[in-house]
C-alpha cells in the first residue's frame, strides 16, 4: 500500500524545484509568446496579404495561414476543451508533451485527407483526361462536399437529424483510454483528427480542389499536413496557457450552448452557399449578384491593385456576366432558388419540431410558448421572403445592371462627360474613294479631352461596318501617322483615319477610347452615295471558311435578349486544331456585335482557358500562344438578328470572321433605343 501510495497518479503535478519550476514557466512563456505571434501574423496574413491566387511555395503559406484561421469554427475550436484538460496538471515537461502528443495526432490524421483528395483527384483526370474544365469540375465537386458536411453539421446542432459531425463528448474507445498519457493524448488526437474534415471553411475545399487537381499523393499528403500543422498551433497555444494556470477555455464554456446554436444557423448559410458554389459553379457565384457586392463592400479592387503594384502582377480577369451551367446541364440561375431553399427548409424544419414539442407540453407552458411559436412562424416567414428577394432578385438584377452600364471596375462609365465629333472629308463620300474621318474628343466644357490612355494596345479604335455585312474593317490612327504624330494627334484629341467604303448604302462607323480609367464610346452614320434598298442575306450557317481557316461558332445555351450569351469559337486549319493562335491587339480575339438595323453596336474581347488554372485569360501578350478554342460573353439588348463580328491573329495576320445570329425574346431589354451595348471585356 505505501509502495502505490508513492506513485505519482499520472494527473498530478510532479514535484519541481523552484528553479527549475522558473525555468520551465519562462520557457513555456516564451512558447507561448511565439505560438501567439505566429497565429497572429498568419491570421493578418491571410486577410490581408492573400487576395490573389497562390502560386508554387505560396500553396504552403495559404494552407498553413488557413489552418490558423479555423480555430474561430466550431470544427476546430471543441477541440480546445480537449486539449486543455489533458495537459493541465501533469508539470510542464509532461503537459506539454502531451499537448504536443495530441497536435500530431490531429495532424496526422488530417494530412491522410490530402492522400484521399489527390487519388480523388487522379480518379478525375483519368475519367476526364485533360480535358478542359477538368480543373474545374474538381474544385467543384469538393465545394459541394464541404457544403454537404457543413448543413449536416448544422442540422445535427440543432437536433433536427441524430446524425451529428465528430465530437468529444467525454468518452473514447477503451483501446485509447486504457493508453499511458502521452500516447492517450496522441490516439486521442487521432482520433478526433477527423472532427475539422467538415470545417466549412472556404480554404478547405479550395486547398483540397488544389490537391485534387494536382493528382500527387505526396504533395496533397504534405500541403494538407502544413495546413493541420495550421490548425493545431493555436490549440497547442491554449494548452500551454492552461498548464500556465490560465484556463483561456472557461469563458468558452460558460456560453457554449449559446455558440453551438449561433454557429449552427451560420452553419446552415454557409453550408447552403458551398454546395450551390459547387453545384451550380463559380459562374453562379458571379451571375447572382453576391461577387459584386461582396468585391464592393471588401473593396477589392484596392486590395488587388495594391498587391499589383507591390508584386509588379496584374489581375487575370475580370468578372462580366457568365454563362457557364451546373452539374447535369443545370442553368446558374436556378442556384439562386436552391440557395434559398437550403436556407428555408431548416428554418420551417426547425420550427415544425419546436411545434411538436411544445404541442406535448402542459399548461401554462403550452400556450404561453405556443405565442412564441407563432412569432418565430411569421418571422420564418419574413426572413425567407427577404432572402427571395434580395438574393433571387435583387442582387442579380443589380449584377446585370451594373454589368450592362457599368465598366469593369464598378465606376460609372458615363462619369466623366466625354463628347465625340466626326468630320467627314468629303461631307459625302464617294464610293470607292478615300474618305477622311476626323473625330474630336471634347470634355463637358467643350475643351481638348485630355487623359487619353493606350487601350489594347491603341490610343484610338475606329470599326466600320456596312448595313449589309459584306464590308468591315478595324483601323487606327496609327495605320495612317507615325508615332510621333499619333502622340500629337492624342495632345490635341483630334484623330484622323482613311478609308475607302466601298459602295453606296448605310454604315456605321463606332469609335471607342479609354480616357483615364473610363472606357468611351460612340457610334455614327454615314450614308454613303445614292442609298438603296438594303439586302441581307441571312446565313446562319456555323461552320465557316475564312481566309483558309475553318471557323466554327456555338453557344451552349440558348441566345435571348437581355442576357448573358456565350459565343464558342473552334478554330481550324488544313483540317488540324490551331493551338498556337497569337493575341491581337492584346486580346485572343476582338469582337463587334452590330443588330440587323444597325441601332446598337458593341465591341467586347474574347478569352481563353489556361490550360493549367483554368483560368479566363483576357489579356495577352505577344509571346502568349493558345487555341484551338476562343470564347466570348455578349449581352444582346433586343431580340432580332445580329452579326458577330470576330478578329484573331495567326502566323503574323489577322483572319476577319463573320456570322450571323437571331436572338430571341428573353428578360425585359436594358437600353433604349439608339443606345449601343456595353464595351465588354
Given at each position: 500500500m505505501?509502495?502505490a501510495?508513492s506513485?505519482p497518479?499520472?494527473?498530478?503535478?510532479?514535484p519541481v524545484t523552484?528553479d527549475?519550476?522558473?525555468r520551465?514557466?519562462?520557457?513555456?512563456?516564451?512558447?507561448a509568446?511565439?505560438?501567439?505571434t505566429?497565429f497572429?501574423?498568419?491570421l493578418f496574413?491571410?486577410?490581408?496579404s492573400?487576395?490573389?491566387?497562390?502560386?508554387?511555395?505560396?500553396?504552403?503559406l495559404?494552407?498553413?495561414?488557413?489552418?490558423?484561421?479555423m480555430?474561430?469554427?466550431?470544427c476546430?475550436?471543441?477541440?480546445?476543451?480537449v486539449?486543455?484538460p489533458?495537459?493541465?496538471?501533469k508539470?510542464?515537461v509532461?503537459g506539454?508533451t502531451?499537448a504536443?502528443?495530441?497536435?500530431?495526432?490531429v495532424?496526422v490524421m488530417?494530412?491522410?485527407?490530402?492522400i484521399f483528395a489527390?487519388l480523388?483527384?487522379?480518379?478525375f483526370?483519368?475519367?476526364?483526361?485533360?480535358a478542359?474544365g477538368?480543373?474545374?469540375?474538381?474544385?467543384?465537386?469538393?465545394?459541394?462536399i464541404a457544403?454537404?458536411?457543413?448543413?449536416?453539421?448544422?442540422?445535427?446542432e440543432?437536433?433536427?437529424?441524430?446524425?451529428?459531425?465528430?465530437s468529444?463528448m467525454?468518452?473514447a474507445?477503451k483501446?485509447?483510454?486504457r493508453?499511458?498519457?502521452?500516447?492517450?493524448?496522441?490516439f486521442l488526437?487521432?482520433?478526433l483528427?477527423?472532427?475539422?474534415?467538415?470545417?466549412?471553411?472556404?480554404?478547405?475545399?479550395i486547398?483540397?480542389g488544389?490537391?485534387?487537381?494536382t493528382?500527387d499523393?505526396f504533395?496533397?499528403?504534405?500541403?494538407?499536413?502544413?495546413?493541420?500543422?495550421?490548425r493545431?498551433?493555436p490549440?497547442i497555444?491554449?494548452?500551454?496557457?492552461?498548464?500556465?494556470?490560465?484556463?483561456?477555455?472557461?469563458?468558452l464554456?460558460?456560453?457554449?450552448?449559446?455558440?453551438?446554436?449561433?454557429?449552427?444557423w451560420?452553419?446552415v448559410?454557409v453550408g447552403?452557399?458551398?454546395?450551390?458554389?459547387?453545384?451550380?459553379?463559380?459562374d453562379?457565384?458571379?451571375n447572382?449578384?453576391?461577387?459584386t457586392?461582396?468585391e464592393?463592400?471588401?473593396q477589392?479592387?484596392?486590395w488587388?491593385?495594391?498587391?499589383?503594384?507591390?508584386?509588379n502582377?496584374?489581375?487575370l480577369?475580370?468578372h462580366g456576366?457568365?454563362?457557364g451551367?451546373g452539374?447535369?446541364?443545370?442553368p446558374?440561375?436556378?442556384?439562386?432558388?436552391?440557395?434559398?431553399?437550403?436556407?428555408?427548409v431548416?428554418l420551417?424544419?426547425?420550427w415544425?419540431?419546436e411545434?411538436?414539442?411544445?404541442a406535448?407540453?402542459?399548461?401554462?407552458?403550452?400556450?404561453?410558448q405556443?405565442?412564441?411559436l407563432r412569432a418565430k412562424?411569421?418571422?420564418?416567414?419574413?426572413?425567407v421572403?427577404?432572402l427571395?428577394?434580395?438574393?433571387?432578385q435583387?442582387?442579380?438584377?443589380?449584377f446585370?445592371?451594373h454589368?450592362?452600364?457599368?465598366d469593369d471596375h464598378?465606376e460609372?462609365?458615363?462619369?466623366?462627360v466625354?463628347?465625340v465629333?466626326?468630320?467627314?472629308?468629303p461631307?459625302?463620300?464617294v464610293?470607292?474613294?478615300?474618305?477622311?474621318l476626323?473625330f474630336?474628343?471634347?470634355?463637358e466644357k467643350?475643351s481638348?479631352?485630355?487623359g487619353?490612355a493606350?487601350?489594347?494596345?491603341?490610343?484610338f479604335?475606329v470599326?466600320?461596318?456596312?448595313?449589309d455585312?459584306?464590308?468591315?474593317?478595324h483601323?487606327h490612327?496609327?495605320d495612317?501617322?507615325?508615332a510621333?504624330a499619333v502622340?500629337?494627334?492624342a495632345e490635341?484629341a483630334?484623330f484622323?483615319v482613311?478609308?475607302?467604303?466601298?459602295k453606296?448604302?448605310?454604315?456605321?462607323?463606332a469609335v471607342?477610347y479609354l480616357h483615364e480609367?473610363?472606357?468611351g464610346?460612340e457610334q455614327?452614320?454615314v450614308?454613303v452615295g445614292a442609298?438603296?434598298?438594303a439586302?441581307?442575306v441571312?446565313?446562319f450557317?456555323?461552320?465557316?471558311?475564312?481566309d483558309?481557316?475553318?471557323?466554327?461558332l456555338?453557344?451552349?445555351l440558348?441566345l435571348?435578349?437581355?442576357?448573358?450569351?456565350?459565343?464558342?469559337?473552334?478554330?481550324?486549319?488544313?483540317?488540324a486544331?490551331?493551338?498556337?493562335?497569337?493575341?491581337?491587339?492584346?486580346a485572343?480575339?476582338h469582337?463587334?456585335?452590330?443588330?440587323?438595323?444597325?441601332?446598337t453596336?458593341?465591341?467586347?474581347?474574347?478569352?481563353?482557358?489556361?490550360p493549367?488554372?483554368?483560368a479566363e485569360?483576357h489579356?495577352v501578350t505577344?509571346?502568349d500562344r493558345?487555341?484551338?478554342n476562343v470564347e466570348?460573353h455578349?449581352?444582346?439588348?433586343?431580340p432580332?438578328i445580329?452579326q458577330v463580328f470576330?478578329e484573331?491573329?495567326?502566323?503574323?495576320?489577322s483572319?476577319?470572321?463573320?456570322?450571323?445570329v437571331e436572338?430571341?425574346?428573353?428578360?425585359a431589354?436594358?437600353?433604349?433605343?439608339?443606345?449601343?451595348?456595353?464595351?465588354?471585356?
Amino acid at each position: 500500500m505505501a509502495d502505490a501510495a508513492s506513485t505519482p497518479s499520472p494527473v498530478q503535478a510532479l514535484p519541481v524545484t523552484p528553479d527549475s519550476g522558473r525555468r520551465g514557466r519562462v520557457i513555456l512563456t516564451s512558447l507561448a509568446f511565439a505560438l501567439f505571434t505566429i497565429f497572429a501574423a498568419g491570421l493578418f496574413w491571410i486577410f490581408t496579404s492573400s487576395t490573389g491566387t497562390p502560386i508554387g511555395a505560396g500553396w504552403f503559406l495559404f494552407s498553413f495561414a488557413a489552418g490558423l484561421s479555423m480555430i474561430v469554427l466550431p470544427c476546430t475550436l471543441p477541440l480546445a476543451f480537449v486539449i486543455v484538460p489533458l495537459s493541465m496538471g501533469k508539470g510542464y515537461v509532461k503537459g506539454l508533451t502531451v499537448a504536443i502528443a495530441f497536435g500530431i495526432g490531429v495532424a496526422v490524421m488530417l494530412s491522410t485527407y490530402g492522400i484521399f483528395a489527390a487519388l480523388l483527384g487522379q480518379t478525375f483526370l483519368k475519367i476526364a483526361g485533360n480535358a478542359q474544365g477538368t480543373p474545374e469540375m474538381i474544385k467543384n465537386v469538393f465545394y459541394a462536399i464541404a457544403g454537404v458536411f457543413a448543413l449536416i453539421f448544422a442540422l445535427g446542432e440543432l437536433g433536427l437529424i441524430k446524425v451529428r459531425m465528430p465530437s468529444y463528448m467525454g468518452a473514447a474507445p477503451k483501446f485509447i483510454q486504457r493508453q499511458p498519457d502521452i500516447a492517450k493524448a496522441f490516439f486521442l488526437g487521432l482520433f478526433l483528427g477527423n472532427i475539422g474534415v467538415g470545417c466549412p471553411h472556404p480554404a478547405t475545399p479550395i486547398i483540397l480542389g488544389q490537391i485534387g487537381i494536382t493528382g500527387d499523393v505526396f504533395y496533397g499528403w504534405l500541403l494538407f499536413l502544413v495546413h493541420a500543422i495550421g490548425r493545431v498551433i493555436p490549440l497547442i497555444f491554449l494548452a500551454i496557457l492552461g498548464i500556465l494556470g490560465v484556463n483561456a477555455t472557461k469563458s468558452l464554456l460558460a456560453h457554449k450552448d449559446s455558440i453551438a446554436r449561433a454557429t449552427a444557423w451560420g452553419m446552415v448559410f454557409v453550408g447552403a452557399f458551398l454546395f450551390t458554389l459547387g453545384f451550380f459553379s463559380h459562374d453562379w457565384w458571379v451571375n447572382s449578384g453576391q461577387h459584386t457586392i461582396f468585391e464592393e463592400i471588401i473593396q477589392e479592387d484596392r486590395w488587388t491593385t495594391l498587391l499589383n503594384e507591390q508584386f509588379n502582377t496584374t489581375v487575370l480577369h475580370r468578372h462580366g456576366i457568365t454563362t457557364g451551367t451546373g452539374f447535369f446541364g443545370l442553368p446558374t440561375w436556378l442556384g439562386n432558388w436552391v440557395f434559398v431553399l437550403l436556407i428555408a427548409v431548416p428554418l420551417f424544419w426547425y420550427w415544425a419540431s419546436e411545434r411538436k414539442r411544445v404541442a406535448a407540453l402542459a399548461e401554462p407552458d403550452k400556450t404561453n410558448q405556443g405565442a412564441v411559436l407563432r412569432a418565430k412562424k411569421w418571422g420564418f416567414a419574413i426572413l425567407v421572403a427577404f432572402l427571395g428577394v434580395v438574393f433571387i432578385q435583387v442582387l442579380p438584377h443589380r449584377f446585370l445592371y451594373h454589368t450592362a452600364f457599368i465598366d469593369d471596375h464598378g465606376e460609372e462609365a458615363a462619369a466623366p462627360v466625354t463628347n465625340v465629333l466626326m468630320l467627314s472629308e468629303p461631307s459625302s463620300p464617294v464610293p470607292g474613294e478615300a474618305t477622311k474621318l476626323t473625330f474630336a474628343l471634347k470634355d463637358e466644357k467643350g475643351s481638348p479631352l485630355s487623359g487619353l490612355a493606350v487601350s489594347h494596345e491603341r490610343l484610338f479604335h475606329v470599326i466600320i461596318t456596312g448595313e449589309d455585312f459584306s464590308t468591315f474593317a478595324h483601323i487606327h490612327p496609327e495605320d495612317f501617322a507615325s508615332a510621333e504624330a499619333v502622340k500629337k494627334q492624342a495632345e490635341n484629341a483630334v484623330f484622323s483615319v482613311s478609308y475607302a467604303l466601298p459602295k453606296p448604302g448605310r454604315y456605321i462607323v463606332a469609335v471607342d477610347y479609354l480616357h483615364e480609367t473610363h472606357e468611351g464610346a460612340e457610334q455614327f452614320i454615314v450614308d454613303v452615295g445614292a442609298r438603296g434598298v438594303a439586302t441581307l442575306v441571312k446565313d446562319f450557317s456555323r461552320i465557316k471558311v475564312f481566309d483558309g481557316y475553318t471557323v466554327t461558332l456555338t453557344n451552349p445555351l440558348p441566345l435571348r435578349s437581355g442576357e448573358s450569351g456565350t459565343l464558342k469559337y473552334s478554330i481550324k486549319k488544313d483540317g488540324a486544331p490551331v493551338t498556337d493562335m497569337a493575341g491581337y491587339l492584346g486580346a485572343p480575339m476582338h469582337l463587334a456585335v452590330i443588330s440587323a438595323d444597325l441601332s446598337t453596336f458593341s465591341h467586347t474581347h474574347g478569352e481563353f482557358h489556361d490550360p493549367v488554372t483554368d483560368a479566363e485569360v483576357h489579356e495577352v501578350t505577344s509571346a502568349d500562344r493558345f487555341g484551338p478554342n476562343v470564347e466570348a460573353h455578349v449581352v444582346f439588348p433586343y431580340p432580332g438578328i445580329y452579326q458577330v463580328f470576330g478578329e484573331f491573329a495567326h502566323n503574323g495576320k489577322s483572319v476577319v470572321t463573320g456570322f450571323l445570329v437571331e436572338i430571341a425574346q428573353g428578360v425585359a431589354t436594358m437600353m433604349g433605343a439608339g443606345e449601343s451595348a456595353p464595351h465588354g471585356h
